[in-house]
């Protein structure tokens, strides 16, 4: 069965500790890998699509990277406004279907 | 331009009732994705429609249902509520397949 595992469940950092976020897959014919971010009650917000082993994609404070079994999420100095889960998930072959990792909730303390 | 609208926002419904979801897409998108998501988990998959036809469903009983008009907005059906049916109900559409955006999402509670 396709899965998607994320870790560490939980993670609290200070302001300005960086670290990385760490999402394995076990899906054959991976079509996209997805990152989102998601704040308590709303809707998961896009952050990342990479489609290829060697991909990478940033976004401000943020760096996606892909290898053939796993994606990391890099933190770069956060902020206390990059509190969030953070939501990884996985297409398959010729399937719009998204399949979601737990998240992990990230804490970033002032 | 508005993203992915979903009404209501939230709802109580008791044991036995019958709920409708509706979303409407992004202007443009044909796809639209039903997703259940219970307090720390992530969300789970339930139906996939293009172009008004059923694409995909997920591992969720025939109590669900969901349908996509001309306009390309949806609803969500679930009938015979249980308790076990309370979560954050979210609605995704897609420009084929190309990124997927979230609503924010409908919050059931069945009491």
């Known amino acids: 069965e396709d899965q998607v595992t994320q870790s560490p469940e939980a993670l609290r950092l200070q302001e300005g500790e960086s670290s990385s976020l760490n999402c394995s897959y076990t899906v054959s014919g991976l079509r996209g890998l997805f990152w989102y971010r998601q704040d308590p009650g709303k809707g998961p917000e896009f952050l990342f699509t990479l489609y290829s082993a060697g991909e990478e994609k940033e976004k401000e404070r943020l760096k996606a990277t892909l290898t053939k079994k796993e994606s990391f999420l890099h933190i770069t100095a956060p902020k206390p406004e990059d509190s969030a889960t953070y939501l990884c998930a996985v297409t398959q072959g010729g399937s719009e279907k998204l399949v979601f990792g737990k998240g992990t909730k990230l804490t970033v303390n002032p | 331009d508005a993203g992915v609208t979903q009404s209501p926002t939230h709802l109580i419904k008791t044991r036995g009732q019958q709920v409708t979801l509706r979303c409407s897409p992004i202007?443009?998108?044909?796809?639209v994705s039903w997703y259940q998501q219970v307090l720390g988990q992530g969300p789970q998959f339930i139906f996939q429609?293009?172009?008004?036809?059923?694409?995909g469903r997920g591992n969720f009983p025939d109590r669900f249902s969901a349908r996509q008009f001309p306009n390309y907005s949806s609803e969500l059906n679930v009938n015979a509520l249980l308790l076990g049916d309370s979560a954050l109900y979210l609605c995704?559409?897609?420009?084929?397949?190309?990124?997927?955006?979230f609503g924010s999402g409908t919050r059931l509670t069945v009491v």
């Open positions: 202007s443009g998108h044909k796809s």
């Open positions: 429609y293009y172009e008004k036809e059923e694409r």
């Open positions: 995704a559409s897609s420009l084929q397949g190309i990124g997927y955006t």
